[in-house]
């Protein structure tokens, strides 16, 4: 299996988006792109595992932190940057 992780590309406000990527072969392959949810990051419980399965089962895989979720390109898997973190707000009716 490859598996590449930590991939840094542009996200917005310059801070990156941080991905893992995992496949089998070399050949053209379906696509899964995996996004956590709110309060979460790609390095979360048993993600790998999820990727390796859908690697294994024919798909590339690729899950990403978002890139204010409050992780750093140095520390994917902690939340270290609450200055860049999106802040949620809710109105009262």
């Not at 490859?2 to 542009?10: E, G, P, V």
């Not at 709110?38 to 048993?46: H, L």
């Not at 993600?47 to 932190?65: M, P, R, T, Y």
Request: hydrophobic residues 40%; charged residues 15%.
């Amino acid at each position: 299996m490859n598996k590449t992780k930590n991939i840094l590309i542009n996200g917005s406000g310059g801070l990156p988006i941080t991905l893992d990527i995992f496949y089998i072969g070399n050949k053209p392959q379906p696509l899964v792109i995996y996004a956590h949810g709110f309060n979460g990051f790609k390095d979360w419980a048993s993600f790998d595992l999820v990727a390796e399965q859908f690697a294994e089962a024919g798909f590339c895989f690729i899950k990403f932190n978002f890139s204010h979720n409050g992780t750093s390109a140095q520390s994917p898997e902690d939340f270290v940057d609450r200055k860049h973190t999106a802040i949620i707000t809710t109105q009262k009716n």
